[in-house]
């Protein structure tokens, strides 16, 4: 079956450790996006990337980065720069373009990273 | 600046009534408007879209959403509310600032009750 899988489902890391969240997507999509949601604020869009080795800073990018090597791969790094990682982070992926290519996102289920 | 607003933190409806939740959006050009169901600890859901033509849109599991052009209005309806429809609800629009990205409201979360 084609989707999104983000791993692990829960994290927990030691404040001011750097940390790596996966997500593959078999959907042979070219736009990646990673988003934060916090109870209360909605999803608020860290990076994205419409095509491999090329990615942008999205609303909330300072304390993250990305890196887009392979078509199937938008790995996100939680930097001990970021000063309030704890959230629920989502990885979405679509097809990009204008026109008929209005595809919906596709998301994966989630990973949920508690520092502490 | 481009945005979505969901007015209602929370909706309670009673199992078998219609149920509506509201969204409303600010975008510069034809907007291109999604609906997203999330269960608990899950990733969201595509419920329905719309990008042109008929104003009432139907999707996935009995859903449908009106588009209103002079309300600048995208409303999610059921004409009667399950249990199981309990969840968190997403409006978001998708807009072009160099390439396209997706705007999300603040989600409202629907409580039917039994």
């Known amino acids: 079956d084609g989707g999104i899988t983000q791993s692990p489902k829960y994290l927990f890391r030691k404040e001011g450790q750097n940390v790596t969240l996966s997500c593959e997507q078999n959907?042979?999509?070219?736009?990646m996006y990673w988003y934060r949601q916090d109870p209360g604020q909605g999803l608020r869009l860290i990076y994205y990337?419409?095509?491999?080795?090329?990615?942008q800073k999205g609303d909330i990018a300072e304390g993250y980065s990305v890196s887009r090597e392979k078509k199937e791969s938008f790995p996100l790094t939680v930097t001990s720069a970021q000063k309030n990682p704890t959230a629920f982070y989502l990885c979405?992926?679509?097809?990009?373009?204008?026109?008929?290519?209005?595809?919906?996102?596709?998301f994966g289920n989630g990973t949920r990273l508690t520092v502490t | 600046a481009q945005s979505v607003a969901q007015p209602e933190d929370q909706v309670n409806v009673a199992e078998g009534n219609p149920l509506t939740v509201k969204c409303t959006y600010s975008v510069s050009g034809n907007p291109y408007l999604f609906w997203y169901v999330q269960y608990p600890n899950r990733g969201l859901q595509f419920l329905l879209k719309y990008i042109t033509g008929d104003n009432l849109v139907k999707g996935s599991y009995g859903f449908e959403a009106e588009f209103n052009k002079s309300q600048t209005s995208f409303h999610l309806k059921k004409p009667s509310a399950l249990v199981s429809d309990s969840a968190l609800y997403f409006c978001?629009?998708?807009?072009?600032?160099?390439?396209?990205?997706?705007?999300f409201g603040t989600g409202t979360r629907l409580k039917v009750l039994a």
């Open positions: 978001a629009v998708r807009v072009k600032s160099g390439t396209y990205k997706y705007i």
């Open positions: 979405a992926s679509s097809i990009p373009g204008s026109g008929a290519s209005n595809s919906p996102l596709h």
């Open positions: 990337s419409q095509i491999v080795n090329d990615f």
């Open positions: 959907l042979n999509h070219d736009a």
